[in-house]
């Protein structure tokens, strides 16, 4: 039994994040002191925040639920730290739905891989049925430019983790890129199932012994090989599988196959693949110390994206769809994508839809700027041969 007389401990500083906010502060956009405190709090008991791949998200949340706490003790609540907190919590509720789609779908692929990977013909139609199920909630999505977080919280872990993360981004990409619309089912489903073949022993001839890539990419042919045995699956889909390891330059594998030989579908996977094992855990802290997580894992897309295109410039990746991908993302190819784009970059067919329109309408884009000025002086070249014909006839 506890003594009445004992002296009252005080309430921590975080118990106080549900207190009524002073009068003098204005309610930001999206919620008021009350409202945020309470996202926060329910968010922090989310048991899918003990997951180690979504640690960024939980010291964010922590951290912004501190301070807002500290504030409230204070007695003074600055606004821009009320928004800040609103922030936080609003794009960690984004990430944690998309965890729990992408989780779903993970589960659902891991017993279709264990079939697929033990030649079972039934395993074709349930691969397919996730694959359109992956399409269609993806259509929503395809609106224009997304923050990071919207499409994947944090980096893929396992192989069918991996295998998600990397159908859902090419389902968005497709969707957004026009060329590849009519490969989006095959190319979803090569995604899905492009790294199944790590799943069965491999042959001690396999491949090309010339290569020193063969141990890494041999899966790639045995993965299309089970892909092709199924029913009713793309006939597109085995060979994207076949190809995500080849590069336009010929150093890939497991054929060494061409540039010539890839089609826009097999340089999108292989971008893709390439992009999703470059992102890793990003830090919850902001450049002024703040938390910020939807930033930090920005960051993380946005050095992959450098990366990719760098190696792309290589002749290791596909050019056009590294830039189209990045263009998609809203990411920056580093410092020198506005200088390849003026005149060494086929930029027009790299773009998506939304980035044509951009470049149409925008004479003040970077990337726009040099054709509105190639069609300023055309425009005055013709003007000219116009005046000077006309001259000539009088």
């Not at 010291?59 to 730290?81: S, V």
């Amino acid at each position: 039994m506890s003594d009445a007389s004992a002296p009252a401990v005080p309430a921590p500083p975080t118990v106080r994040i549900d207190a009524a906010a002073p009068s003098a502060v204005p309610a930001p956009a999206g919620g008021d002191v009350r409202s945020i405190a309470t996202a926060l709090c329910t968010l922090l008991a989310d048991a899918r925040l003990a997951e180690a791949s979504l640690g960024v998200w939980r010291e964010g949340l922590r951290t912004a639920a501190r301070h807002l706490a500290e504030a409230g003790l204070r007695g003074n609540i600055p606004p821009a730290e009320v928004r800040r907190a609103g922030e936080v919590a609003r794009a960690a509720g984004i990430a944690l739905d998309r965890r729990t789609r992408l989780s779903r779908w993970a589960a659902d692929l891991d017993p279709i891989l264990r079939d697929l990977a033990a030649a079972d013909h039934a395993a074709g139609p349930r691969l397919l049925a996730l694959a359109r199920g992956i399409l269609a909630e993806t259509g929503d999505l395809a609106v224009g430019t997304l923050p990071p977080h919207a499409l994947l919280p944090a980096p893929p872990s396992g192989r069918s983790e991996r295998g998600v993360a990397a159908a859902f981004l090419t389902a968005w990409a497709a969707t957004l890129y026009r060329p590849l619309r009519g490969d989006a089912e095959a190319l979803v489903v090569a995604a899905l199932a492009r790294d199944v073949g790590e799943l069965t022993p491999m042959p001690a001839n396999a491949g090309r012994s010339d290569r020193p890539s063969e141990a890494a990419t041999a899966h790639a042919a045995r993965s299309a090989a089970l892909l092709s045995i199924c029913d009713r699956l793309p006939g597109a889909a085995a060979r994207c599988a076949a190809r995500h390891h080849e590069r336009p330059d010929g150093g890939g594998g497991p054929a060494g196959l061409t540039a010539i030989d890839l089609t826009p579908a097999d340089r999108l996977l292989a971008w893709t693949d390439r992009f999703l094992t470059l992102l890793s855990a990003p830090s919850a802290r902001s450049a002024d110390g703040q938390p910020d997580p939807a930033a930090a894992w920005r960051e993380c897309w946005q050095s992959a994206a450098v990366v990719t295109y760098s190696a792309a410039r290589r002749g290791e990746l596909c050019l056009t769809i590294a830039a189209a991908g990045i263009e998609a993302l809203g990411l920056s190819r580093g410092e020198q994508g506005e200088s390849d784009a003026a005149g060494r970059v086929p930029v027009g067919l790299a773009l998506t839809d939304l980035g044509r329109t951009r470049l149409r309408l925008d004479p003040a884009h970077p990337l726009a700027a040099p054709r509105f000025a190639s069609a300023a002086l055309a425009s005055r070249q013709h003007a000219d041969a116009t005046a000077t014909a006309t001259a000539e006839e009088a």
